[in-house]
């Protein structure tokens, strides 16, 4: 019968501290480049020009329809190609932020859509341009009714960011999958691999139903 | 810059191509099945049996894919491996195959889930209290109001579940499934045109969830 | 409707489960062989020079023609063989989920990998090399020390690289081939495995070098099933591989294919 042994994951614990660490920082890194990035290609894609806002919509497009790991490899093994290299880290973070910056635009602009239309007209009226109307008055509203689904995305941003293990990030899923290909101890790294997500995804989670507290629109509680 | 590279290697890539369609086929009809089923398990709010499935939604919605694929290669299918003559019969005979189609049918059947239970809580509360006052079970209930009118507003989240699935395919390279992401691999380790064999792979992706899109009628932007 | 929507159930799962049977768990292998007058062997078809793919599409290789030998002598003709394509990380589950009967497969003997399967006596042994580009600068293992080294996933190299060079920065990928890149595009410093695969590389690549020293000795065997089902396999591969020894075949075999 298979005996648990758990003290092979104490031998290996440097490991899996760097890998918890690895972890965090590319999902923080990513996710904030995720989030600007989202910002941008939402707002060139409500752009009154229909030119770049077909153009972003297909760019976005594109890289939604794709998946993930095809992404990361196109950075990290076909832009050499080109004579680009960089390094795996990095990749890994450009790969991810773009790929959830993608989602992440399609929030803001469910989000635009729901500020209501008198306040661009009103900030128009008042001689701002589009740029300024949406950094100081649209875009803060928009992004405040669509926490809760910013959120679900920096959760599957923190999944997501398994898959840079296939470049040789020592992530969590990395040092679990070097585990088990060393000491063949499925079932022990598999329970170490489950606790940490729930604890990374729960974490954003928690971030996630604070934030939306913090940040409730009043007149959201109003009932018409 | 060779296509070459691309026609040369073109019936393999086809292949590989074939067997991340069986597999997200054979995956989604399993896992709306068996989303179904697990989704209305939890909307019924039966005391013991929608909190365990509640439970096992919730863990598995926290854990990464990949994560799940690499246990059940390893653990699961070495044991379940030939018991169907059927699966073998219908083209899955290796067991990278079975394991993948293992991990993802119960991966997405929890995604389904949720959308299923959306989907069945989105039906006006005022429509259950109806039927119920004209004395129809809890279960015909959920049969003959609920259901129809959920999975009529859930078809978008469906189809989108659909082609995260196919671009989900690609992670079962790790176990070296031979689907479109391992032949691309496959062949420009020894061709070493990674950049076209990569964008030749991300075009083909992006069409074929075009299509699947286009198929259903949904919007491509979803 | 809800019936008939259970009847289609039903019958669908009776259709999937018909043709159901227990695979024969604690049936010899060796029977098993026998009565299917076929062999099946899981080697590696990406390694050069144990099993590989040469230019004409056909598997060859130092580990194939070991099989091949071995299949001659249990059934008769070296034709009843089939091979099955495996990978370091994958090679053992192969064996124990019953898909191949025996693994050649530049197989390391190591007390882990005794506990999930049993091996053969030795037929090879190779040793811990270091791969570095033609001009590098690296002349040993202590000059790894603050380098990047890359290391495969479920190879024995690791543990020599972390004694004897621990400032040694080690990533690991999944197959050589991803690792044999990642060097070429610059993206580390040296990859260190066994010579046979390494020397596979650098045959055909001059913009690679294989050091001189040997780090370790890795005793390649074959490897079975754990168990008392794979016994009687095993003690007649190890008579095979005796006759082998004292008839010079492995000898022959070995200058065949491992020029250096």
């Known amino acids: ?224 | 810059m060779t296509s070459d590279v691309i026609i040369n290697n073109l019936p393999f890539l086809m292949k590989g191509l074939l067997v991340t369609l069986k597999v997200s086929f054979i995956c989604i009809i399993l896992s709306l099945f068996s989303g179904i089923i697990l989704g209305t398990l939890r909307f019924a709010k039966i005391p013991l049996i929608s909190f365990i499935a509640g439970l096992f939604i919730d863990l598995t919605r926290a854990i990464p894919l990949i994560l799940f694929i690499i246990f059940v290669h390893f653990s699961v299918s070495p044991y379940l491996f030939g018991y169907s003559a059927f699966l073998n019969y219908m083209g899955i005979d290796s067991l990278e195959m079975y394991s993948a189609i293992i991990a993802l049918v119960i991966f997405n059947c929890a995604y389904i889930a949720e959308i299923i239970r959306s989907g069945l809580e989105s039906v006006g509360k005022d429509q259950i209290l109806a039927a119920q006052s004209l004395a129809l079970s809890k279960v015909q209930v959920i049969e003959h109001i609920v259901l129809p009118q959920a999975l009529r507003r859930i078809k978008p989240s469906l189809v989108a579940q659909l082609v995260t699935l196919v671009k989900d395919t690609s992670l079962a390279s790790a176990i070296d499934l031979i689907e479109l992401t391992r032949a691309c691999e496959i062949v420009y380790e020894t061709s070493y045109h990674e950049f076209e064999v990569l964008c030749f792979a991300a075009c083909v992706y992006v069409s074929v969830n075009f299509l699947i899109q286009k198929m259903f009628n949904t919007d491509i932007k979803c | ?260």
């Open chain 1, 1 to 224: 019968m298979y005996e648990m042994d758990f003290s092979t994951l104490l031998k290996n614990y440097p490991m899996i501290i760097e890998g918890i660490l690895t972890t965090i920082s590319v999902s923080l890194l990513a996710g904030i480049l995720a989030f600007v990035l989202g910002s941008f290609f939402a707002y060139f894609r409500t752009s009154p020009l229909n030119i770049i806002s077909k153009i972003t919509n297909f760019i976005v497009l594109f890289i939604r329809n794709m998946p993930l790991l095809i992404l990361i490899y196109l950075f990290y093994k076909g832009l050499p190609s080109i004579h680009l290299v960089l390094s795996a880290y990095a990749c890994g973070i450009l790969a991810l932020g773009l790929y959830t910056g993608c989602y992440i635009s399609d929030a803001i602009i469910s989000g635009i859509n729901a500020v209501p239309k008198e306040h661009f007209q009103a900030s128009q009226s008042l001689g701002m341009s589009r740029i300024k109307s949406f950094i100081y008055i649209i875009y803060p509203q928009a992004t405040r009714y669509v926490i809760p689904i910013l959120g679900n995305q920096f959760m599957s941003l923190v999944k997501n960011s398994s898959l840079v293990s296939f470049i040789a990030v020592t992530d969590i899923f990395y040092v679990v999958y070097k585990g088990i290909s060393d000491t063949y101890r499925i079932y022990e790294y598999f329970i170490l691999a489950v606790v940490l997500y729930l604890f990374l995804t729960g974490f954003v989670l928690l971030l996630t139903k604070i934030l939306q507290k913090i940040y409730r629109i009043p007149s959201q509680e109003v009932i018409v």
């Open chain 3, 1 to 260: 409707m809800k019936r008939q929507v259970i009847y289609i159930f039903l019958l669908g799962l009776v259709i999937f489960f018909s043709g159901c049977k227990k695979q024969d768990e604690t049936s010899d292998v060796l029977d098993k062989v026998l009565s299917r007058g076929k062999l099946i062997v899981g080697v590696k078809f990406d390694t050069k020079p144990f099993g590989y793919i040469d230019e004409k599409q056909n598997l060859t290789g130092f580990d194939v023609d070991l099989a091949k030998h071995i299949a001659k002598n249990l059934l008769g003709s070296e034709d009843k063989i089939e091979f099955k394509q495996v990978t370091p990380s994958n090679r053992i589950l192969t064996l124990n989920s019953g898909q191949v009967d025996m693994i050649i497969a530049t197989m390391t003997i190591t007390d882990e990998r005794k506990e999930v399967i049993d091996f053969s006596k030795p037929y090879y042994m190779a040793g811990q090399a270091i791969l570095v580009p033609a001009k590098s600068d690296i002349g040993s293992m202590a000059d790894l020390n603050g380098k990047r080294v890359i290391i495969i996933f479920g190879s024995t190299a690791e543990k020599n690289t972390r004694l004897m060079a621990p400032e040694a920065k080690i990533s690991g990928y999944k197959t050589y081939t991803n690792g044999y890149s990642a060097l070429k595009q610059g993206r580390a410093d040296a990859i260190t495995s066994d010579d046979t695969i390494l020397m596979g590389f650098a045959m055909q690549d001059d913009s690679v070098k294989l050091l001189p020293k040997r780090y370790s000795k890795e005793p390649y065997a074959i490897g079975f099933k754990k168990g008392e089902s794979s016994t009687r396999l095993r003690q007649r591969v190890d008579l095979i591989l005796d006759e082998m020894i004292k008839s010079g075949q492995l000898n022959k075999l070995k200058a065949k294919w491992i020029k250096y």
